[in-house]
Each structure stands twice: as structure tokens, then as C-alpha cells.
């Protein structure tokens, strides 16, 4: 039976991962690298273009959703206790402020001597995806001794995090440091890029499939029975592809959006999970899908050598890349990237105290 199931779900021999939400965290970085450069990059009239909002749809669902989704999935998984996934948390909401410095030390320099003038604040503090998955691990966290494995209660909490978001008061608030606070778990600021509500809903999601496989799905569970799971998912995908693509296009709504955007996301993360699934089992040795597996096994360095890259280049670049010079920019920041990361694994593997993950 275990043979079996690693072949179903896709597991690598020399790893022993799955490569199934390896390789969709994989394909979900490099999609947030490409829509990272056409929001920083491309030309106004390029970033207005079909071209444009097809590049931001693409940063979209299949993106951050994704990548939640896939670290709420593993958190299920996770035998580790309270603390430990409290300490987790934490250490990537470090982590958050760190890249915010980071990416921004060029433009902060500018600033510095007086050649740019712009409050800096919302660069140091921008409430970026490292912030949403460390303040989603700690909320599950907390969650977990009381709910337990009741799917019900995960899936109400799920949906009420959903709905809630579009509900709270989004107004001036009088103190500035209450502002920049509540920007990291509701407030539509314009540096809230994904604020707790709603985005904690994906890994909430991730977690009630991981409680919904293991009570209905096993090895029997056929291919034609996920694929016409499939159509019937692209249905209210398709019917409600126009509402979904105007969101997802529109920025500040996709950031902030309400919860019929967020059950539009679920049915399209569906019908992108499924469709990996069969690319994967039917090309599990595929070179292309060991490096999405590769990228997406480090997608946490990964993501952050490349907005290192990106966005200290941008301070230069900004809004003045054609079409042409951005898929060259594109390629060639996705190898550096990969570089950057194999020399850190490598790095990090000679020291003594390195410890498998």
C-alpha cells in the first residue's frame, strides 16, 4: 500500500518528498518573481496592458493562495507542539522585517541623502507574505489544543475569517503607529499587501483538506473520479472567471477581498492542484519538475534572493522595462536566484551543526 500511495500522490525516491506541493510552491515563486517585475519594471502602458493583467492574474491565485494553502496543508501534518510552531512563527515575522530592510536599501539610501523624498516607513513596515504565513502559523497554533481534528469548527473559522475581512472599518485611525499595527492583520493600507484577514482563510484551507483526505480520500480514490471532480469544479470557475479576473487585476481588492473572491480561489486552487497532479504522476522524473521541486523545497530563500534582487534594482528601474527587456530580466533574475540559493544550501551544509530538515 505505501508504494502505492507514492505513486499516487508523487513522492521522490531519493528524497522521500512529496513532489506534488514541492513543485506547486515551486511554480508558485517563480509566478510571484514575474509579477514582482511587472508591477516594479514594466512600463505604465505595458503594466496596463492585457499582457499586464494577465501577468498579475497569473501572480494571483496561483501564487500566494497557493502557497498558503500548501503551508496550512503541512501544519496538519505537523506533529510539532504549540510552542514550537509559536517559535516558527515568530521567527519568520523576523524574518519579514529583515527582507523589508533589505530589499529596500537602496531606495533607503536615497532617502538618506536627500535625493528621494518619501516617508519610509511604509517600506520598512510593508506587510509582505513572510508577515501573513508567521502570523498564520501562530494563530493555528493557538487554535489547534481546542479545535483538535473537528473539520466543522476549522471550517467555520475558515469562513468567518473570510467574511470578516470586508466587514471591519477600514477609516483613519488617530494614531499612526495604531495604523501601521492593524495594516498587518485587517487595514487596507496601501503597504498591506496581505493582511491576516482575509488571507489567513488559505492555509485555514489547506489545513481542513489535510482533515478531509485523511477521513474521505485513500489509494482508491481513481483518476476518473478526480477528473470529473475536475469539471465540476471548472464550472464555477468558469461562470465566475470575469469577477475573478477584475479582482485579481485590481490590486488594493485582491489584497483586501471578500469572501465570494476567496470561495472563486478555492474552486480555481482546485482545478490547479488537480491538473499538477496528473502532470506530476505522469512525469514524476521530469527535469523540469525536479527544479520546480528543488525551488519550491527552498521557496522560503528562494523568495528572498530574489526580492534582494528585485527590489533593490527597482529603486533604478522603475516603471521604465519594455516587454522584451522584462522576459530577459525574468530569466535572468530566476538564475541568480537559483544560484544565490544553491550556494546558500551549500553553505549552510558544511557547518557542523547543520541538522536535516
Known sequence: MNQVLSEEIGINRFTGRQLLPDVLKGVAVLLMIQVHLMELFATQELNSSLMGKISLFLGGPPAAPVFMAVMGYFIAKSTSGTMSLIMRGIKLIVYGFLLN???????????????????????????????????????????????????????????????????????????????????????????????LLPWLAYPLAGYCFKLISDKYFNVEFSNRKLAVSALLILIPVLLFFHYGFNITTDLPAYYHHSVSYFLWALFFLGIWTILFYFLVRSQPSNPVFSYLQWTGRNVTAFYVFQWLIIGNLATALYKSVTPGFLVLWFVGIVLATSLLVWAYIRIKKMKPDNRLR
Open 101 to 195: 530592510i533589505g530589499l529596500n536599501l537602496h531606495l533607503l539610501y536615497h532617502v538618506f541623502i536627500g535625493e528621494l523624498v518619501l516617508d519610509p516607513l511604509p517600506y520598512l513596515f510593508g506587510v509582505d507574505i513572510l508577515f501573513l504565513a508567521g502570523l498564520s502559523i501562530i494563530a493555528i497554533a493557538l487554535l489547534r489544543p481546542a479545535f483538535r481534528e473537528n473539520l466543522f469548527l476549522w471550517l467555520l473559522i475558515m469562513l468567518m475569517v473570510a467574511f470578516t475581512a470586508s466587514q471591519l472599518p477600514s477609516g483613519n485611525i488617530g494614531n499612526a503607529w495604531e495604523t501601521y499595527l492593524l495594516a498587518y492583520f485587517y487595514k487596507a493600507s496601501w503597504w498591506s499587501y496581505f493582511p
